[in-house]
């Protein structure tokens, strides 16, 4: 049984930066695409970045791009969310999910595994 842990949320001001993390366990980490979402009360996932099992391919939600950075660690089996340039908007749960494939989408039921989420919060 694969398990996803997150840490790293907070709250920041805006133009601020966070770092989160996604330990992975259970499972073989380095065959699986990651990706993060991000959810409020009441909202569906919002897909924000995946990245393949090699770590070579990326891909971003045109809302975070250029100021979001997927990254991982095959070896600690763990990934990363470099989040910087923070605004208000980006207030939400993230949260990291598998796809036991090397590759996966941006649709939230694709996905095999999820953590329980970390809190983030941009204060204006």
């Known amino acids: 049984q694969v398990q996803l842990v997150e840490s790293g949320g907070g709250l920041v001001q805006a133009g601020g930066s966070l770092r989160l993390s996604c330990a992975a366990s259970g499972g073989f980490f380095e065959r699986d695409a990651l990706a993060w979402f991000r959810h409020g009360p009441g909202k569906e996932h919002e897909f924000v970045a995946i990245i393949s099992s090699d770590g070579a391919t990326t891909y971003y939600a045109d809302s975070v791009k250029g100021r979001f950075t997927i990254s991982r660690d095959n070896d600690k089996s763990t990934g990363y969310l470099q989040m910087n340039s923070l605004k208000p908007e980006d207030t939400d749960v993230y949260s990291c999910?598998?796809?036991?494939?090397?590759?996966?989408?941006?649709?939230?039921?694709?996905?095999?595994?999820w953590g329980q989420g970390t809190q983030v919060t941009v204060s204006s």
């Open positions: 999910a598998v796809d036991r494939n090397p590759w996966s989408s941006y649709q939230s039921p694709r996905y095999d595994y």
